[in-house]
C-alpha cells in the first residue's frame, strides 16, 4: 500500500474513539453561530488529548491512556441512507487531487534503495537491472506520487459514516453534552428540558437512530458564557448553583467570543478548524450540500458538456449510479422544525452561494482568541478525565460484577478467562457447516452482549489485553449459539486487539480477520463491514511487510457493487505489489490500469487520468503497443473530458504516430476521434497559430529542392539539353565529375585560377549534397520543395489545400555587397485565414497551393509544392501547411460531417545539418553542422540558356564522323554572354576550328554532305600541307577540354537563339558511352551573388564495332645507290633515312548494324618528323574494298619532313580512290588533336575523374631519371608517327543505302612495335601486398639491348651473281662493300668482326662455305648521321649460293666507357651466286 501519515497504531486508534453527542439550545447555538461555526465544530479540533489519561480496571490495575481522542458530534435522529453516504465519498476522494508540480516522492522497494538522487544503489539482483530505468522513470514522474491522501480521506470518511451496527458498541454514543447559554432567562430551566429530550430520544423508542452505549448515559451540563455580550457575574452564579446541582464532575462553565466581530479585520488569528470541516462533511450539512453539487458537476459530464462526438463515445454512463436524482437534506437538530427534535423553533443559517464561498472562504473563530482556544482546550480535558474516564471505568466494573455474578464465575472475569482457555478448545466450524445466523439478535441484557460491550469499553481506552480476551470469550458464545454477525465482529476486532497489544505477546491473527471478511460478505451479506474489516487488516499486514498478503486481501475485495471502493483497493494493491521486496512493475502497472478503468465508472475522471498516466510509464517503450494504444486512448479521452485538450491531442498524437498494430477499422475510429478532439481544442485556443499534426509522417531529411524552371521536351528533330531534375537519382561520384567540370571552365575563364568565393551550381539540393552554404536562386524562376511523406496507418489519408509555409526578407543586392535589409514578411497568418485567396503576399512570392493530396494506406508518397519569388532577397522555408481529414469515400454524412472530420495544420520542415568531425573537438563530441538547403538567397535577374540539339546521333560506329547541329537559346530578359562548353570526352565532338569552311549553313542543306572537305585528285604521291595545333585551339600548355562558342558581337539577347555546327566521332571502344556537356555563360552585368550559370547535357551513345587498324614500321635495308645519279643527290638521299610502313586493316564490323563493306579511302601520316612518301602496293585506281571479316594490308614508304618549323605538323594524304580529303581541316585535324584526351579521361571515368586524369600522359616514363645516353638512345627508335585511316561504309536502312565516313587513328612510337587502333583491353590487376618500409628509389634507367641493337644500320652492296672459271683459277674474289649508317645524334664506336662463321649444318648445306681476304676486325667511329663505307673482299673456292651477311657488328656511344659494345641486328640474308665458266 501507499505510505499514509499516520501509523497504523494511531489510525487504528483514531477509527475506534468514544462517541460523545451534543444537545444545544437555541441561544447557544446563536453564540457559536457567531464563529460560523455549531458546538460540536467548536470542539473538533480540540478533541484529541495532550496529556495521559488513567483508570483502573476491574484487578485493580492502572490503565494509562495516551493520546485519546473523542469524537463530538450533534444529534441526528435520521441518519443519511447508503446513496448519500456514496456520494459524500465520491466527493471527498474527487476534490482530493495530487497537488501540482509536487516533487515526486521516492520509491523504497523493500530493502533495495532505490533513491534517485542517491548514487550508491545497493540492489545487484538481475531484476533491477532490467527495472532500474522503469523505476526511475516512475519514482521521477510528476504522476507518480508515495502517498494517497485521497484514499486516507476516503478510508477516514468511511469510517466516521459508518452507520451504528446492534452487533456492536463501538460507535454508540457514551455521554451527552447539554449546551446552554448565560443570556438565556432560567438556564436551569433548559437544561432540564434538554436533559429530557436526551432522555426521550434514547429511552421512548421513537427513534432507532442515534445508538446508546448503555442506559444510563453520563450527561455533561455545559454553560456556555459569551464575553463579549453577556454578564460574567450572573454567568458565575449560575455555575455555582449548577455545581449545588450536578456536582462539580457533571458541569462545566465555558467562556468564549472574547472579541467582537468589529474587531475581525486588526488581528489575524489561526483557523484550526479548516483542516477538518472539508473532511467529516457528513456532520457538516451546509458543506455537505455544496460537495454534493460540485460532485454532480465533477462527475457529471454529459454527452454536449463532454464534447465527444456521440457516434465515438465508449458507452460511459452519463450520470454515477450512486448518484441521486434529487439531493436529500441531511437532518441536523435546528436544521428543520419538523424534523427538530427540539420544542424551540430554530432558522436553518443562510447558506452563502457557492461562487462566494470557493472565491472567498467564510472566515471561522473571528470572536475568538487564544485564551478562548485554551478554554476549550481545558473544558475538553476536564470533561474527560473528570467525567468521562470514571464514568467508563465505573460501567467496567458494574458490567464485569455483572458477568460474574451472571456465570457464577470467580470474582475477576480476567482471571475467569484465563482458566476458560487453560482448558481444551472448542473445535470451530467452518463457515460452510454453519447455517445463516446473521439475523440472530440478542436481547439488550443478553450476557453475550455485556462481554461485547465490555470488550468495547475496554478497547475505546487502550486496554487491549483486557479486551482482546473479552472478545476472544464472546467470539466463542457467538460461534456456539451460530450468531454469524456478531462472531464476525468478535473476531475482527480481536484481531485488532491481539496486534495493538504492547510487547506484541502473541502473533497477529491474521486467520481471524479472512475468517470476519468471508462471514461479512457470504453469510451476512455486508459489504460495508467487510469493507471496513479489509481495511483495517490491510493496514495492519502493511506494516508487518506482508505486501503480498494485503494485494490479495485487497483485490479479494473488489466487486461490482461500488465501482470506488473497488477503484481504491485496486490502486492501493498496485502500491503493494511497488513495494515488496523484489517489486513487482508490470503487477503495479496492470492493477493502476484495472485501478484507473474503475475510476472512469465511478466517475472520478482525473484519478483515472492519473492511474492511466501512472501506468504508462511502465508499458512505454517495451514494445507492447496494443496496450500502449489502449492506454493512451484512454488518456486522451479523460484529458479531453476534464478540459485538458493540449494533453488529449498529445496521447492520440501518440497513437498515431507509431507504427501501429491496430486493425484498419480501429485506426479510423483513432483518427476520427484524434480529429474531433483536435478542432475542439483549436476552437477552444483560437490564438490563430497553427498547432503540429502528427499525420502524415514527414521525413523532412529527404527532402529535396529543385531551383529553375522544368526544361522543354524534344520538339521533332531538336532534343532538349537533359540538364537536372527532380526525376534524376543523385549520384555523388557524378556530382564530384560535374562540379571539377565547372571548376575547369571557371579556371579557364579566370585565367587558369578558380576565385575562393567560387560555389559550384547545384540546381537540385538533397541530404547528400553540400548545404553548408546557402543555396541561390534567381527572381522570377520558380523553386520546387519535393516533400516526402508516409502515411504508417492501413486507411487512406485526405490531404487538402497543402502548401508551403515560408517566411521571406527583402533584400537589395544592387547596393553595397550584402545588400540592404528590408522587411520580413511570412504567410504563416494568411494560410489560417484563407488558403486559396489571392493576396498581397503573391506579389512577394507566389505558393503554389494542392487542392487535393490523398496518401493510400501505409504509402510513401512525394508531393512537389512550387513558389515563384518575384523580389530579391532571402527565403526560408518552414514547413507544410494543409488540411487533414479521413480518406474515407462516399461518406455519407454530407459535406458538414466532412468537414468536422478535417482540421487544418501543419508540420515544421526542421533538417539536421551533416555531423561535424574534422576538428578534435568535433570528433570528441556529437554536433551538427547547419543545412541550408531550404534557406536560399533570391538574387537580381540572371540570363536562362536553352540548348537543342539537331540531327544528334544515338548511335554510331567506332570512329565515325557524323555532322550535327546545336541551337542555342536565350530564354530570359537578360542578355548573356562568355558562352563556353567542357566535356568529359572532348575527343567525341569539336565545333570546328576557326578557319573552317562553315558552309552549308543549315541543317537541312547538309543533309546528304559529307562531312570532310574533300578534293578531286587522282592517286599519287602525297599531298603534303603544314598546320599549327594552335589554329585548332591546342597549345602546349592548355588540353581543348575547354571550347568557347563564339557569338555575334559576343553577346546572346534575350529571345534570340543561335545555330552552329557540331561534328561528332563514334568512341573507339564499343558499347554504350556516357558523356557529358556542361555548357558555361555569364551575364552582361556582372552580379556579386551569382557570376555565372551552367546548363548540364548527359548524351548516351551506342557504339558498334568497325574496323580494327594495325600498323608497324621497319627500317629500309636497301639504300638504293644503283639509282643514285649524282654523288650530291645520294648523299642528301642518305641523309633523308626512309623507313617502311604496314598497315593492316581488318573489318570486325557484325551484321547487326547492316553495313555491307567499307572502303579505305585514304590513309593520312601526321608528325613532326615523318610523312607518307607514296603508296607501295597500290591497287590501282580503286579504293580497297572490305567485306566482312576480311582483312587488307598496305605498305607505305615514309621519309623524314623537311621542314625548318619544328612546332608545326606536317600532313600528308595519299588517297586510294579519285577524290582526296583534306585531312589538315575540320574535322579530320580537330579530332586528331583532340584524339590522346579520351584514354585518361574516360579510365577516370564517371568514379574518379579529375583535372589530373584528364592530363596527356608524357611518353617519357615517370619513374627513375635518365641518363644523356638513355635519350639519344631512344631516339634512334622513336618514330612518332600517327597514321589516320579514312574510310567510308555502305549501309542499308529502310532499304535506303546510307553512306558512312569515318577516321581510326593509329600512333606509331617505335620502330618495329606494332601499334592498334582498339586500346587493348587492360589485365586485372593483381593484388599486391601491403608495404611497411619505403621502396628503393628506382636506378638510373638504362637503355635496353634492343634499344641499343638499332645504333647502326647496316647494308652490303655486291653483284646478285658472279662468273669465275674455276679450271683456270681456283680463287674467286669478289668486292663487296660494307655500308654503316649511323642513326643517331652522337658519336658511335664501331667494331666489324668478319671472323664469325656459320657453323649449323643446316645452313651449311644451304649456304657454300667462304672466307674473308685481309683484316678480321675493323674498328671504327662514326660521327652522328655518319654514312661509312667498308671495302671488303670475299674469296669462294667453287661455284654456289653464298650468304655473305655473316659480318657481325657492335656498337656503342663513344661518350659512355662503361658500356660494352651492343651487338646489332643483322641485315636480311645476302645471297650471291657464284658461277663457274
Given at each position: 500500500?501507499?505510505q499514509?501519515v499516520?501509523s497504523v ?7 475506534f ?16 453561530r ?6 460540536p465544530?467548536?470542539l ?7 496529556s ?6 476491574p ?21 443519511p ?7 459524500l465519498?465520491s ?5 482530493c ?10 520509491i523504497?522497494a ?7 538522487s ?7 539482483v538481475?531484476?533491477?537491472?532490467d ?20 484514499f486516507?480521506t ?7 459514516s459508518?452507520?451504528a451496527?446492534?452487533?456492536e ?11 446552554v447559554?448565560?443570556h ?9 428540558k434538554?436533559s ?5 430520544i434514547?429511552h ?37 448553583d ?13 467562556k ?18 479548516s ?8 456532520h ?6 455544496e ?9 457529471n459530464i ?6 465527444l ?12 449510479p450512486?448518484q441521486?436524482d ?11 422544525a419538523?424534523?427538530?427534535v427540539n ?7 443562510q447558506?452563502?452561494p ?16 487564544l ?8 473544558f ?22 455483572q458477568?460474574?455474578s ?5 470474582r ?15 473445535p470451530?466450524k ?6 445463516n445466523?446473521?439475523?440472530?439478535l440478542?436481547p439488550?441484557?443478553?450476557p ?8 468495547d469499553l ?42 495493538l497489544q504492547?510487547?506484541?505477546p ?14 461479512y460478505r ?12 479489509c ?10 511487510a506482508?505486501?503480498s ?9 473488489t ?17 503493494c505489489?511497488?513495494n515488496?521486496?523484489s517489486p ?13 478503468h ?15 498516466c ?11 503497443t ?8 484512454t ?18 498524437r501518440?497513437?498515431?504516430i507509431n507504427?501501429?498494430r ?10 476520427r ?7 475542439s481544442?483549436?476552437k ?7 498547432p ?13 529542392v529543385?531551383?529553375?524552371h522544368?526544361?522543354r521536351?524534344?520538339?521533332g ?13 543523385f ?17 579557364v575563364t579566370?585565367?587558369g ?16 549534397t ?21 502515411n504508417?496507418?492501413?486507411i ?5 489545400a ?5 517566411k ?17 514578411v ?12 489571392t ?5 512577394i512570392?507566389d505558393?503554389?497551393v494542392?487542392a ?22 532571402e527565403l526560408?522555408?518552414l ?40 576538428t ?10 547547419p ?24 548511335g ?6 557524323r555532322?550535327?547541329?546545336v541551337e ?6 537578360v542578355p ?13 565532338f569539336?565545333?570546328g576550328?576557326?578557319?573552317s ?6 541543317p537541312?542543306?547538309?543533309e546528304?554532305?559529307?562531312a ?13 600541307s ?16 575547354v ?11 534575350p ?39 551552367v ?17 608497324t614500321?621497319s627500317?629500309?635495308n ?8 649524282t654523288?650530291?643527290?645520294q648523299?642528301?638521299e ?5 623507313m ?6 581488318e573489318?570486325?564490323n ?8 567499307f ?9 613532326r618528323q615523318?610523312r607518307?612518301?607514296k ?14 571479316r ?8 615514309a ?17 586510294l ?22 584514354p585518361?579521361?574516360?579510365r577516370?571515368?564517371?568514379s ?12 617519357t ?9 638513355t635519350?639519344?638512345v631512344?631516339?634512334c627508335?622513336?618514330v612518332?608517327?600517327?597514321i589516320i ?10 532499304n ?5 565516313e ?10 618495329g ?11 586485372t ?29 647496316t ?7 658472279y662468273?669465275h ?21 652522337a ?12 657453323t649449323?649444318?643446316?645452313s ?6 667462304f ?12 660521327q ?33 666507357s662503361?658500356?660494352c ?14 658461277n663457274s665458266?
Open positions: 500500500m501507499a499514509c499516520q497504531q494511531e489510525f487504528i486508534q483514531d477509527s474513539v468514544p462517541m460523545v453527542a451534543v444537545l444545544c439550545s437555541e441561544d447557544a447555538e446563536r453564540v457559536t457567531k464563529n460560523s461555526l455549531s458546538f465544530e467548536l473538533r479540533p480540540f478533541c484529541r488529548l495532550t495521559d489519561g488513567h483508570l483502573r480496571d484487578n485493580n490495575q492502572v490503565v494509562v491512556v495516551k493520546g485519546l481522542r473523542i469524537s463530538v458530534t450533534g444529534i441526528n435522529t435520521q441518519p441512507q447508503s446513496p448519500e453516504l456514496h456520494r465519498l466527493q471527498t476522494v474527487s476534490v487531487q495530487p497537488p501540482e508540480g509536487s516533487p515526486a516522492s521516492v523504497t523493500g530493502d533495495y534503495d532505490l533513491n534517485i542517491d548514487r550508491t544503489v545497493k540492489a545487484s538481475p531484476w533491477y537491472s527495472w532500474k530505468e522503469t523505476l526511475t522513470q516512475l519514482s521521477s514522474s510528476k504522476y507518480y506520487t508515495a502517498t494517497t491522501p485521497w486516507e476516503y478510508r477516514e470518511n468511511f469510517l466516521q459508518m452507520p451496527s446492534e452487533h458498541f463501538l460507535s454508540h454514543y457514551l455521554a451527552c453534552m447539554l449546551v447559554s448565560s438565556e432567562a432560567v438556564p436551569t430551566e433548559q437544561f432540564l434538554l429530557q429530550e436526551q432522555h426521550r434514547q421512548s423508542g421513537e427513534y432507532t437512530h442515534p445508538k446508546w452505549f448503555i442506559p444510563n448515559t453520563l450527561k455533561y451540563y455545559v454553560l456556555l458564557h459569551d464575553i463579549s455580550e453577556g454578564d460574567e457575574q450572573r454567568a458565575d452564579s449560575v455555575y455555582e449548577m455545581k449545588q446541582r450536578y456536582g462539580t464532575q457533571g458541569c462545566y462553565l465555558l468564549i467570543n472574547s472579541r467582537s466581530g468589529s474587531t475581525v479585520a486588526d488581528e489575524q488569528m489561526p483557523d484550526p478548524w483542516q477538518y470541516l472539508h473532511k467529516t462533511s457528513i457538516n450539512p451546509e458543506l455537505y450540500e460537495s454534493a453539487v460540485s460532485n454532480a458537476v465533477e462527475n454529459g454527452a454536449e458538456e463532454d464534447g462526438d456521440p457516434s465515438i463515445r465508449d458507452g460511459v454512463s452519463e450520470t454515477h450512486l441521486l434529487h439531493p436529500t437534506d441531511v437532518v441536523y437538530p435546528g436544521n428543520d419538523s424534523q427538530s420544542n424551540v423553533d430554530e432558522t436553518k443559517p447558506k452563502q457557492s461562487g462566494t464561498s470557493h472565491t472567498s472562504p467564510t472566515p471561522r473563530g473571528t470572536c475568538l482568541t485564551n478562548d482556544h485554551d478554554h476549550i482546550r481545558q475538553i480535558q476536564e470533561f474527560t478525565f473528570r467525567g468521562l474516564l470514571p464514568h467508563i471505568e465505573k460501567n467496567i466494573r458494574q458490567l464485569n460484577d458477568l460474574v451472571r456465570k457464577g464465575l470467580s475477576s472475569l480476567f482471571s475467569a478467562t484465563k482458566k476458560l482457555f487453560g482448558g481444551g478448545k472448542v470451530e467452518s463457515i460452510a457447516e454453519l447455517k445466523a446473521a439475523g440472530l440478542y439488550s441484557e443478553a453475550e452482549l455485556q462481554i461485547r460491550k465490555m470488550a475496554c478497547f475505546l481506552v487502550q486496554h487491549y489485553e483486557l479486551a482482546y480476551n473479552c472478545y476472544h470469550t464472546a467470539k466463542k458464545d457467538f460461534l456456539s449459539d451460530q450468531a454469524m454477525l456478531y462472531a464476525a465482529g468478535a473476531l475482527e476486532m480481536a484481531a485488532v486487539a491481539a496486534f504492547s510487547g506484541a502473541r502473533p497477529y491473527p491474521a486467520h481471524y480477520m479472512d475468517t470476519a471478511i468471508q462471514t457470504e453469510v451476512c451479506k455486508n459489504m460495508l463491514l467487510a469493507e471496513r474489516c481495511l483495517l487488516s490491510a493496514e495492519i499486514l502493511k506494516s508487518q506482508k505486501y498478503d494485503a494485494a490479495t486481501l485487497l483485490i479479494k475485495m466487486s461490482e457493487d461500488s465501482d470506488l471502493r473497488s477503484a481504491l483497493l485496486l490502486e492501493q494493491a498496485a502500491h505489489f511497488i515488496m521486496r513487482m512493475v508490470r503487477k503495479f502497472a496492470f492493477h493502476m490500469i484495472l485501478a484507473g474503475r475510476f472512469s465508472k465511478a466517475g472520478q475522471k482525473r484519478h483515472a487520468l492519473r492511474c492511466y501512472q501506468a504508462l510509464q511502465v508499458y512505454k517503450g517495451k514494445g507492447w496494443l496496450a500502449e494504444d489502449h492506454i493512451n486512448f488518456i486522451g479521452r479523460q484529458s479531453f473530458t476534464l478540459r485538458q485538450p493540449e494533453n488529449a491531442v498529445a496521447a492520440f501518440h497513437i498515431l507504427d501501429s491496430q486493425s484498419a477499422v480501429q485506426q479510423a475510429a483513432f483518427l476521434e484524434y480529429l474531433y478532439v483536435y478542432k481544442m483549436s477552444l485556443t483560437g490564438d490563430g497559430s497553427l503540429q499534426l502528427p499525420l502524415p509522417c514527414l521525413h523532412s531529411s529527404q527532402t529535396r529543385f531551383f529553375g522544368e526544361r521536351l524534344a520538339e528533330e531538336k532534343q532538349a539539353a537533359t540538364h537536372v531534375s527532380l526525376e534524376q537519382e549520384d555523388r561520384d557524378l556530382s564530384q565529375l560535374w562540379r571539377e567540370l565547372e571548376e575547369r571552365v571557371v579556371s579566370n585565367r585560377t578558380v576565385p575562393i568565393t567560387f560555389q559550384p551550381s547545384q540546381s537540385c539540393l538533397n541530404s547528400q553540400d548545404n553548408l552554404r546557402h543555396p541561390l536562386a534567381v527572381v522570377e524562376e520558380p523553386i520546387i520543395v519535393e516533400v516526402v511523406f508516409r504508417p496507418l492501413k487512406p489519408l485526405a490531404l487538402s497543402l502548401s508551403l509555409l515560408w521571406f526578407t527583402l533584400k537589395d543586392f544592387s547596393g553595397p555587397q550584402d545588400g540592404t535589409a528590408g522587411e520580413t511570412s504567410n504563416e497568418k494568411e494560410f489560417d485565414l484563407n488558403p486559396f485567396q493576396t498581397a503576399l503573391n506579389d512570392i505558393t503554389q494542392i487535393e493530396f490523398t496518401i493510400s494506406p501505409e504509402e510513401t508518397k512525394v508531393a512537389r509544392l512550387k513558389l515563384l519569388p518575384h523580389k530579391t532577397g526560408h522555408v514547413g507544410v501547411v494543409y488540411n487533414l481529414g479521413t480518406g474515407e469515400a462516399g461518406d455519407s454524412e454530407g459535406s458538414l460531417a466532412g468537414d468536422l472530420m478535417c482540421v487544418r495544420g501543419q508540420q515544421n520542415l526542421e533538417i539536421q545539418g551533416p555531423r561535424l568531425n574534422i578534435k573537438e568535433e570528433k570528441t563530441s556529437v554536433r551538427y553542422g543545412d541550408h538547403r531550404l534557406d536560399p538567397i533570391i538574387t537580381p535577374p540572371m540570363p536562362l540558356l536553352e540548348v537543342f540539339f539537331i540531327n544528334f546521333p544515338t554510331l560506329l567506332c570512329g565515325e564522323i555532322k550535327a547541329w542555342f537559346v536565350n530564354v530570359s530578359a548573356l554572354t562568355g558562352l563556353r562548353v567542357a566535356s568529359t570526352h572532348p575527343e567525341f569539336t565545333f576550328s576557326a578557319t569552311d562553315l558552309t552549308p549553313v543549315t537541312t542543306t547538309a546528304h554532305c559529307s570532310y572537305k574533300t578534293v578531286a585528285m587522282p592517286p599519287s604521291v602525297a599531298t603534303v603544314l598546320v599549327s595545333p594552335a589554329a585548332f585551339g591546342v597549345t602546349s600548355s592548355d588540353q581543348p577540354v571550347a568557347e562558342i563564339p557569338l555575334s558581337r559576343g553577346v546572346l539577347g529571345g534570340e537563339a543561335l545555330q552552329i555546327p557540331l561534328w561528332l566521332r563514334g568512341p573507339d571502344q564499343e558499347g554504350v558511352h556516357e558523356i557529358n556537356f556542361l555548357f558555361y555563360y555569364e551575364s552582361t552585368e556582372k552580379t556579386a551573388k551569382l557570376s555565372h550559370r546548363l548540364r547535357h548527359t548524351a548516351f551513345i551506342c557504339a558498334s564495332r568497325s574496323l580494327n587498324v594495325r600498323a614500321a627500317r629500309s636497301t639504300l638504293h645507290s644503283r639509282e643514285r645519279h654523288e650530291e643527290q648523299e642528301s642518305e641523309k633523308d633515312a626512309s617502311l610502313v604496314f598497315v593492316d586493316v573489318n570486325i557484325t551484321c547487326e548494324a547492316g553495313v555491307r563493306e572502303h579505305i579511302v585514304q590513309v593520312s601520316s601526321i608528325s615523318w607518307l612518301l603508296c607501295i602496293n597500290p591497287v590501282g585506281d580503286k579504293d580497297s574494298k572490305l567485306a566482312s576480311e582483312r587488307g594490308k598496305l605498305c607505305f614508304k621519309t623524314r619532313c623537311r621542314t625548318e618549323e619544328a612546332e608545326k605538323y606536317t600532313f600528308a594524304d595519299l588517297n580512290g579519285n577524290e582526296q580529303i583534306v585531312s589538315s581541316t575540320t574535322p579530320c585535324a580537330d579530332f586528331f588533336f583532340r584524339r590522346d584526351l579520351h585518361e579521361a574516360r577516370g571515368g564517371v574518379a575523374g579529375g583535372a589530373s586524369q584528364m592530363q596527356r600522359k608524357s611518353l616514363p615517370q619513374s627513375g631519371t635518365d641518363d644523356g645516353g635519350s639519344i631512344k631516339k627508335s622513336e612518332e608517327l600517327d585511316v579514312l574510310w567510308k561504309a555502305y549501309v542499308v536502312e529502310d535506303k543505302q546510307l553512306i558512312l569515318g577516321q581510326l587513328h593509329v600512333a606509331l612510337q617505335t620502330i612495335k606494332e601499334s592498334c587502333s582498339l586500346s587493348q583491353k587492360e589485365e590487376q593483381e593484388m599486391v601486398l601491403l608495404k611497411f618500409k619505403p621502396d628503393v628509389p628506382p636506378p638510373v634507367s638504362k637503355p635496353s639491348l634492343e634499344q641499343l641493337s638499332h645504333l647502326i644500320k647494308c652490303l652492296h655486291y653483284p646478285e651473281s662468273d672459271p674455276f679450271p683456270q683459277k681456283s680463287l674467286c674474289m669478289v668486292p663487296v662493300t660494307l655500308t654503316l649508317s649511323n642513326c643517331s645524334l658519336q658511335v664506336d664501331v667494331i666489324v668482326d668478319l671472323r664469325h662463321k656459320t649449323s649444318p643446316e651449311l648445306e644451304v649456304h657454300g662455305s672466307s674473308w681476304l685481309g683484316q678480321t676486325q675493323y674498328k671504327l667511329q662514326l652522328a648521321q655518319e654514312v661509312y663505307r667498308l671495302l671488303l673482299k670475299a674469296c669462294f673456292f667453287q661455284a654456289g649460293v653464298y650468304n655473305l651477311g655473316t659480318p657481325r657488328v657492335f656498337a656503342k656511344l663513344a661518350q659512355t662503361t658500356m659494345e651492343t651487338s646489332q641486328q643483322s641485315a636480311m640474308p645476302a645471297l650471291i651466286i657464284v665458266i
